[in-house]
């Protein structure tokens, strides 16, 4: 019994021996303070044509696409808008569509019961409250029915060019978790903490640059950190696995 205790003391001496490089270059990466300035330049020379992935034509569009892109993808948002703006092409025509039609109609967005009321119910308000025109406040648009913080900040940023405030989604979170401008989960707090290092007039398009930098370098499983641009200066906060 004592040589497998006095054998496990030893394993244990060498893992912690054999682990402290790693945790000394975790120490260090966790030390290193972001250029946001530098990110901000890097991102615009990587990214150049960063914009909305959905393809909107009126902030009307708009704010339907956000709300179906939740738990979704922009891509398949995309795929279904066509024939939905055909038939309902604005909140006047959408407030009268037949609940049944209206889910079937979006059936492969997910959640399609729960985000057809939510339509339905939010064109109504446009109609009543807004002449059926989105409103051009954050407060305004989060009134409404199945529009967050988030929805209402990606239409007033890219519908009508308002810096209102900083998208945060998944891709925004987890990059900028990743590099150290901020340690919070939940997005609103993340957008707070945004927002006091980004200028103003670059909070739509910092959420663009983010978002592509997430879905083509920093990957929530796999971040190609030995590709990526800010490899240098990047602290890596939570990535354990090196790319």
Not at 107 to 125: H, I, N, P, Q, V
Not at 148 to 155: L, S, W, Y
Request: net charge positive; hydrophobic share 45%; with cysteine.
């Amino acid at each position: 019994m004592a040589t497998k205790a006095a054998t496990k003391v030893v394993n244990a001496s060498k893992d912690a021996s054999a682990s402290k490089p790693a945790m000394k270059a975790a120490r260090k990466r966790a030390a290193i303070s972001v250029d946001v300035a530098l990110l901000r330049k890097r991102l615009k020379q990587a990214y150049p044509g960063a914009h909305c992935a959905l393809e909107f034509h009126d902030a009307f569009s708009l704010l339907v696409m956000t709300i179906l892109a939740a738990q979704n993808t922009d891509a398949n948002v995309n795929k279904v808008a066509p024939d939905l703006f055909a038939r309902w092409p604005d909140a006047r025509a959408m407030a009268d569509a037949e609940l049944p039609e209206l889910e079937k109609a979006i059936y492969s967005c997910g959640f399609f019961r729960m985000k057809a009321r939510a339509l339905s119910e939010m064109s109504r308000d446009l109609v009543e409250k807004f002449a059926g025109q989105p409103p051009k406040t954050l407060d305004e648009l989060v009134a409404l029915r199945g529009v967050g913080r988030k929805t209402a900040n990606v239409v007033l940023g890219n519908a009508y060019g308002i810096e209102a405030g900083v998208v945060v989604d998944t891709h925004v979170g987890r990059v900028s978790r990743r590099l150290g401008l901020t340690k919070q989960a939940d997005p609103v707090k993340v957008e707070k903490d945004l927002a006091k290092v980004v200028p103003q007039a670059e909070w739509t398009l910092f959420s663009h640059l983010l978002i592509d930098h997430g879905r083509h370098v920093c990957d929530a499983k796999k971040p190609l950190c030995s590709s990526c641009f800010m490899n240098d200066v990047c602290p890596r906060v939570g990535v354990t696995v090196s790319a």
